[in-house]
């Protein structure tokens, strides 16, 4: 199942290293070293949120990387999963990792017995040159509120320790294609988040899924809202007005519901998006809303 890169592969675009660096407190080395991986996975979650706002007001989502270089990097904001990850991927080429785009079927909430979901969320098999084993490590910067803070064998069994808590990847499959289950430990439950499936994508093949995201009905990015920040300490998580805060070892803090203030100022000082003030009406509509359930 494991796939590596090839000589047909196109260079991703560049990226301003010097200010991706600065915009995730980085200052280490740049070499492609799995403590280098293990850096760059763990800031980048506390300093870029997860969020949707743009798509709640109706801005849509552009994943060309002058666009999301502008919004995450230039303008302080976050993103979902295609800019996150997209900004990531092109972020460790530079540093000189092999980096290839996936796919993965989300599992997080899913109701027992429910349908399958189509695969919707990006995520990055990473390999670093010159280590044995050509191994496949999984990288993702685009998964809300239990997004991984490190980097994971993506073909190993074993339990595997993180910043914020135990995950595993284990066997699975879909329809007969094998897949890769991507679980985390929450509370002493194994909660699965996503299954990874096997096959590089290009970048372009990300467009019609990012606009499906942005643009559906069904498409639960349409109608609430999803924003997240993983600290070394803690994970913030909200679900329209909804606050769930964990420890970083995945245990329940505190959960509770905001009033609209208290929304504004959680997205400024503890999410730490710049709020913008023709927000306010978005965030009326959300708490209006409600949790969903």
């Known amino acids: 199942m494991r796939q590596t890169a090839t000589a047909l592969s196109p260079a991703a675009p560049a990226v301003d290293l010097d200010a991706y660096c600065?915009?995730?407190?980085?200052?280490?080395?740049?070499?492609?070293?799995?403590?280098?991986?293990?850096?760059?996975?763990?800031?980048?979650?506390?300093?870029?949120?997860?969020?949707?706002?743009?798509?709640?007001?109706?801005?849509?989502?552009?994943?060309?990387?002058?666009?999301?270089?502008?919004?995450?990097?230039?303008?302080?904001?976050g993103g979902y999963c295609y800019e996150q990850n997209g900004l990531l991927k092109r972020a460790l080429s530079a540093f000189g990792f092999q980096v290839e785009g996936l796919m993965a079927r989300v599992l997080w909430m899913?109701?027992?017995?429910?349908?399958?979901?189509?695969?919707?969320?990006?995520?990055?098999?990473?390999?670093?040159?010159?280590?044995?084993?050509?191994?496949?490590?999984?990288?993702?910067?685009?998964?809300?509120?239990?997004?991984?803070?490190?980097?994971?064998r993506l073909f190993s069994d074993e339990v595997q320790d993180s910043p914020n808590g135990p995950f595993r990847i284990v066997d699975a499959a879909h329809g007969g294609v094998a897949e890769r289950q991507v679980q985390a430990n929450l509370s002493g439950t194994w909660a699965p988040l996503y299954q990874v499936a096997k096959g590089a994508w290009a970048d372009v093949d990300y467009e019609q899924v990012n606009f499906y995201t942005y643009t559906h009905?069904?498409?639960?990015?349409?109608?609430?809202?999803?924003?997240?920040?993983?600290?070394?300490?803690?994970?913030?998580?909200?679900?329209?007005?909804?606050?769930?805060?964990?420890?970083?070892?995945?245990?329940?803090?505190?959960?509770?519901?905001?009033?609209?203030?208290?929304?504004?100022?959680?997205?400024?000082?503890?999410?730490?998006?710049?709020?913008?003030?023709?927000?306010?009406?978005?965030l009326d509509k959300v708490v209006a809303w409600g949790t969903p359930t």
Not at 22 to 34: K, M, N, Q, S, W
Not at 141 to 146: N, R
Not at 254 to 274: F, H, K, N
């Open 217 to 282: 009905p069904s498409s639960h990015f349409t109608f609430s809202m999803t924003v997240g920040r993983t600290t070394p300490t803690a994970r913030y998580a909200l679900k329209n007005n909804r606050l769930t805060h964990r420890d970083a070892t995945g245990a329940l803090v505190e959960q509770r519901d905001l009033s609209v203030d208290e929304l504004e100022a959680t997205l400024r000082d503890v999410i730490g998006l710049p709020v913008e003030a023709d927000w306010r009406p978005v």
């Open 110 to 152: 899913a109701p027992a017995g429910a349908p399958a979901r189509p695969r919707s969320h990006m995520v990055l098999g990473v390999e670093i040159p010159e280590a044995p084993g050509g191994e496949t490590w999984l990288a993702d910067a685009g998964f809300g509120g239990c997004v991984l803070t490190a980097p994971l």
């Open 22 to 77: 600065a915009r995730i407190g980085y200052d280490g080395p740049r070499e492609p070293t799995l403590a280098v991986l293990r850096a760059i996975t763990g800031r980048h979650p506390d300093a870029i949120p997860f969020e949707n706002l743009d798509v709640l007001l109706g801005r849509g989502i552009s994943i060309d990387p002058a666009a999301i270089d502008a919004k995450l990097i230039g303008a302080g904001r």
